[in-house]
């Protein structure tokens, strides 16, 4: 094994978002942690019986941080396992993955989340990290043993692709969570506005004849929940915020001091409601693709800081579920493999500096769940992204190592690649093998 | 146990909360019910102080406990008793609250000891009735007779009230048990903890002379006392709280938990205990740690002083003395 053994990478772009390093160097892993790190490390050359990865000038900073996959197993294996996501992160540069409860069964239970975290450590691919269920079964009735949970291992509590619709569950929920300063994120959709839709209400849909969900389902249950948190004094997080009004609400919570964080997906800063076009299924997502403007409006977050993180949102779906009328087709997108890939999009087409974009990708998610990892710092665990930001390629799904295919991205034009991942200082991924 | 003329602060007629009273009154009523707790270990129990007089215990919800508490009350003082639950009363039939209480109060009881589901319920009742009205308990507001056995039982075995620690834990949100001690607590000098999880503690319970505290560990920390409180099965099943595991693996009183407060820290229960919910059950039954039992049998003694007060009271008003 060579988790035993030291490795140096040297010739590096440094990145570490933790600290807004961007400097030429080297880093030295021992074992599963990062032993040493910096500009001049090595520069009179590696010694002896240390291993050496050359990154050839390339950038190597920590592992994706991904907080939010849906992982399939247990219960629907034939649209993805732990191990088809295991391969995703390995090829999307993602270490560590937080996954949601809605499996079958949910995890509401510590059994559930023991055999997810067990089947995880067994593959040895991107740590695995999962919510706990914020009510029992997902059914946003009765609250499910967060606390419990929460000492299991569960790094936060989210119903998943459902909102808890119910405002006093909702209200209780914060309630309890906060007795033992947990987090609760929340699916943001208000569920009788969103109901019978399949794309975003608005020209595309009005085009296609398809039924809408309006923007305002998103705005209308992040009010709601920051209002709901502020009372109860609890931290909310909001995942996959996709609308400029969704936003608005956010920032002025946080003025008034409420404990909310948001995240966003690359497809609601990458694409717009028009790659629906011809009844694409593939465009069918959870929140809806929205128009230009609330695209737009995401970016604004990214760069003023609204928002904390980016999450691939990784949902497979397996072809009886995509192929199918669009109202009828299911949800969702998956993300692993180009999570990396369609951020840098930031960095190339918006201007943001890399470490900014990774620090979305890893130091900040890390530091809002409490995990490990996301820092290049001594010390920190050895899981690592070695990527070319200029490389361009055309994302081809057909080339996933992905159970499912299902990618939004499908045939999209990108800069930059992934070379190598390391987990814990052993490599499980390397583009050149 | 006639006190005679000894009585001199506690001039009310009704007993509906522990709200308003001042330490000498409270004083005054353990002060009675101590000489009772005495009278009730003796084979001979009986007074006839309530000679002649009638006390109805209308209980519009179920009891058991608290119901014959006060009938034994009643009935050592010498009293003629009559229950009425609500599944014998007029309310059944659509009499309004109001309309039970005109119709009892025209049968003359000297005194009516009322529980009900609502909070205020006794109150409003209590302004139709010339007799002494005791609450034994209405909605989450009040229950003064059980803060006031807990107050004695305290006393008997601390000395003292004033300067303790006590730290009520469970659920505080529907508790009257809860607001009567933590009124009497403050009014007697103890510091008053709360420990709940958020979903059972209403935040502004704070102003009510509380520290609020959501770990055991810390709510325990260094008590003199540890009261908990029943869970009612209803709150279990995942609005308040998510399981029954949950809740006693958090907030159950055990041997380890119980180890942050003093060493003599006493455990009280106003009882029915669920075992193994709130509380370890060994610990419950420890005699050297738990006065649950002397809880029930101080009650009697508790209720027996709060008629004779009462009616002693209702003399005077007669007399026109006060």
């Given at each position: 094994?060579?988790?035993?053994?030291?490795?140096?990478?040297?010739?590096?772009?440094?990145?570490?978002?933790?600290?807004?390093?961007?400097?030429?160097?080297?880093?030295?892993?021992?074992?599963?942690t990062?032993?040493?790190?910096?500009?001049?490390?090595?520069?009179?050359?590696v010694?002896?019986?240390?291993?050496?990865?050359?990154c050839?000038?390339?950038?190597?900073?920590p592992?994706?941080?991904?907080?939010?996959?849906q992982l399939?197993?247990?219960?629907?294996?034939h649209?993805?396992?732990?191990?088809?996501?295991?391969?995703?992160?390995?090829?999307?540069?993602?270490t560590?993955?937080?996954?949601?409860?809605?499996?079958?069964?949910?995890?509401?239970?510590?059994?559930?989340?023991?055999?997810?975290?067990?089947?995880?450590?067994k593959?040895?691919?991107?740590?695995?990290?999962?919510?706990?269920?914020?009510?029992?079964?997902?059914k946003?009735e009765?609250?499910?043993e967060?606390?419990m949970?929460?000492?299991?291992?569960?790094?936060?509590?989210t119903?998943?692709?459902?909102?808890?619709a119910?405002?006093k569950?909702?209200?209780?929920?914060?309630?309890?969570?906060?007795t033992?300063d947990?987090?609760?994120?929340?699916h943001?959709?208000e569920?009788?506005?969103a109901?019978?839709?399949?794309?975003?209400?608005?020209?595309?849909a009005?085009?296609?004849?398809?039924?809408?969900?309006?923007?305002v389902?998103?705005?209308?249950?992040?009010?709601?929940?920051?209002?709901?948190?502020?009372?109860?004094?609890?931290r909310?997080?909001?995942?996959?915020?996709?609308?400029?009004?969704?936003l608005?609400?956010?920032?002025?919570?946080?003025?008034?001091?409420?404990?909310?964080?948001?995240?966003?997906?690359?497809?609601?800063?990458?694409l717009?409601e028009?790659?629906?076009?011809?009844y694409?299924?593939?465009?069918?997502?959870?929140?809806?693709?929205?128009?230009?403007?609330?695209?737009?409006?995401?970016?604004?977050?990214?760069?003023?800081?609204?928002?904390?993180a980016?999450?691939?949102?990784?949902?497979?779906?397996?072809q009886?579920?995509?192929?199918?009328?669009?109202?009828?087709?299911?949800?969702?997108?998956?993300?692993?493999?180009?999570?990396?890939?369609?951020?840098?999009?930031?960095?190339?087409?918006?201007?943001?500096?890399?470490?900014?974009?990774?620090a979305?990708?890893?130091?900040?998610?890390?530091?809002?769940?409490?995990?490990?990892?996301?820092?290049?710092?001594?010390?920190?665990?050895?899981?690592?992204?070695?990527?070319?930001?200029?490389h361009?390629?055309?994302?081809?799904?057909?080339s996933f190592?992905?159970?499912?295919?299902?990618?939004?991205?499908?045939?999209?034009?990108v800069?930059?690649?992934?070379?190598?991942?390391v987990?814990?200082?052993?490599?499980?991924?390397?583009?050149?093998? | 146990?006639?006190?005679?003329?000894?009585q001199?602060?506690?001039?009310h007629?009704?007993?509906?909360?522990i709200?308003?009273?001042?330490?000498?009154?409270?004083?005054?009523?353990?002060?009675?019910?101590?000489?009772?707790?005495?009278?009730n270990r003796?084979?001979?129990?009986?007074?006839?102080?309530?000679?002649?007089?009638?006390?109805?215990?209308?209980?519009?919800?179920?009891?058991?406990?608290?119901?014959?508490?006060?009938?034994?009350?009643?009935k050592?003082?010498g009293?003629?008793?009559?229950n009425?639950?609500?599944?014998?009363?007029?309310?059944?039939k659509?009499?309004?609250?109001?309309?039970t209480?005109?119709t009892?109060?025209a049968?003359?009881?000297?005194?009516l000891?009322?529980?009900?589901?609502d909070?205020?319920?006794?109150?409003?009742?209590?302004?139709?009735?010339?007799?002494?009205?005791?609450?034994?308990?209405?909605?989450?507001?009040?229950?003064?007779?059980?803060?006031?056995?807990?107050?004695?039982?305290?006393?008997?075995?601390?000395?003292?009230?004033?300067?303790?620690?006590?730290?009520?834990?469970g659920?505080?949100?529907?508790s009257?048990?809860?607001?009567?001690?933590i009124h009497?607590?403050?009014?007697?000098?103890?510091?008053?903890?709360?420990?709940?999880?958020?979903?059972?503690?209403?935040?502004?319970?704070?102003?009510?002379?509380v520290?609020?505290?959501?770990?055991?560990?810390?709510?325990l920390?260094?008590?003199?006392?540890?009261?908990?409180l029943?869970?009612?099965q209803?709150?279990?099943?995942?609005?308040?709280?998510?399981?029954?595991?949950?809740?006693f693996h958090?907030?159950?009183?055990?041997?380890e938990?119980?180890?942050?407060?003093?060493p003599?820290?006493?455990v009280m229960?106003?009882?029915?205990?669920?075992?193994?919910?709130?509380?370890d059950?060994?610990?419950?039954?420890?005699m050297?740690?738990?006065?649950?039992?002397?809880?029930v049998e101080?009650?009697?003694?508790?209720?027996?002083?709060?008629?004779?007060?009462?009616?002693?009271n209702?003399d005077?008003?007669?007399?026109?003395?006060?």
């Open positions: 094994m060579m988790t035993s053994g030291k490795t140096a990478y040297i010739n590096a772009r440094l990145l570490d978002p933790a600290t807004g390093l961007d400097a030429k160097g080297a880093l030295l892993t021992e074992g599963r990062i032993a040493d790190i910096g500009p001049s490390l090595f520069a009179d050359g010694p002896d019986g240390i291993r050496v990865v050359d050839s000038g390339q950038c190597l900073a592992g994706l941080v991904d907080m939010r996959v399939r197993e247990p219960g629907e294996e649209k993805g396992t732990l191990a088809s996501a295991g391969q995703s992160a390995a090829v999307g540069g993602v560590s993955m937080v996954c949601l409860p809605n499996t079958e069964p949910v995890i509401d239970d510590m059994s559930v989340l023991e055999f997810v975290a067990r089947r995880a450590r593959l040895g691919l991107a740590k695995v990290y999962a919510y706990g269920a914020i009510t029992k079964g997902l946003g009765e609250l499910a967060m606390g949970l929460a000492e299991a291992g569960a790094v936060a509590f119903d998943g692709v459902a909102a808890v119910n405002a569950t909702m209200r209780r929920a914060l309630s309890y969570a906060s033992f947990l987090l609760l994120a929340q943001p959709e569920p009788n506005l109901s019978g839709g399949s794309m975003n209400s608005g020209e595309t009005t085009r296609l004849g398809l039924p809408g969900i309006p923007a389902a998103e705005v209308i249950m992040v009010a709601r929940d920051i209002r709901l948190a502020e009372d109860a004094g609890a909310l997080h909001i995942s996959h915020v996709s609308t400029a009004a969704a608005d609400v956010i920032r002025k919570g946080r003025d008034r001091g409420v404990q909310v964080t948001c995240d966003t997906a690359p497809p609601y800063f990458a717009n028009m790659e629906v076009g011809d694409r299924t593939f465009a069918k997502l959870s929140p809806p693709l929205r128009v230009e403007s609330d695209r737009k409006a995401v970016i604004e977050g990214i760069k003023d800081g609204t928002i904390t980016i999450a691939s949102d990784h949902a497979p779906q397996d009886d579920s995509k192929r199918l009328p669009f109202a009828q087709a299911a949800f969702g997108g998956v993300g692993l493999e180009t999570l990396l890939a369609v951020s840098m999009s930031l960095h190339h087409s918006e201007g943001m500096p890399l470490v900014d974009v990774l979305l990708l890893t130091y900040r998610p890390a530091q809002l769940l409490g995990l490990p990892g996301g820092t290049l710092a001594q010390g920190a665990p050895a899981d690592l992204v070695l990527f070319d930001p200029n361009g390629w055309r994302i081809d799904p057909d190592v992905s159970k499912s295919k299902n990618s939004p991205f499908d045939g999209k034009p800069q930059g690649k992934v070379l190598r991942t987990v814990d200082g052993r490599t499980v991924y390397d583009a050149e093998a | 146990m006639n006190t005679g003329d000894a001199r602060f506690f001039k007629i009704h007993l509906l909360g709200q308003g009273l001042t330490p000498p009154e409270i004083t005054e009523i353990l002060d009675c019910a101590n000489v009772y707790v005495e009278q003796k084979a001979d129990k009986k007074t006839d102080l309530l000679k002649g007089r009638t006390v109805i215990n209308l209980f519009f919800e179920n009891s058991t406990r608290t119901r014959t508490s006060f009938e034994l009350a009643a050592r003082l009293a003629d008793t009559i009425m639950s609500v599944s014998t009363s007029s309310i059944k659509g009499e309004t609250l109001v309309d209480a005109m009892l109060n049968m003359h009881p000297d005194a000891v009322v529980r009900h589901g909070s205020g319920a006794v109150k409003l009742l209590s302004e139709k009735i010339n007799g002494s009205v005791i609450n034994a308990g209405d909605g989450y507001h009040e229950h003064p007779t059980q803060a006031l056995l807990d107050a004695l039982t305290i006393r008997r075995r601390k000395g003292t009230l004033g300067g303790l620690t006590v730290a009520i834990c659920d505080i949100q529907h009257r048990v809860a607001r009567s001690n009497l607590l403050n009014i007697m000098g103890a510091r008053v903890r709360v420990v709940a999880p958020r979903t059972l503690v209403p935040g502004p319970i704070a102003k009510m002379g520290e609020v505290f959501h770990d055991m560990r810390e709510g920390k260094d008590c003199d006392i540890v009261m908990m029943r869970i009612q209803e709150r279990m099943q995942g609005n308040f709280l998510p399981s029954v595991r949950e809740f958090f907030f159950g009183l055990n041997e938990k119980l180890s942050h407060a003093k003599d820290a006493l229960h106003p009882g029915p205990m669920n075992r193994g919910v709130e509380i059950s060994t610990l419950a039954d420890d050297d740690r738990s006065v649950i039992r002397e809880q101080l009650g009697v003694a508790v209720r027996m002083a709060c008629l004779e007060l009462l009616t002693k209702q005077r008003m007669v007399g026109g003395a006060e």
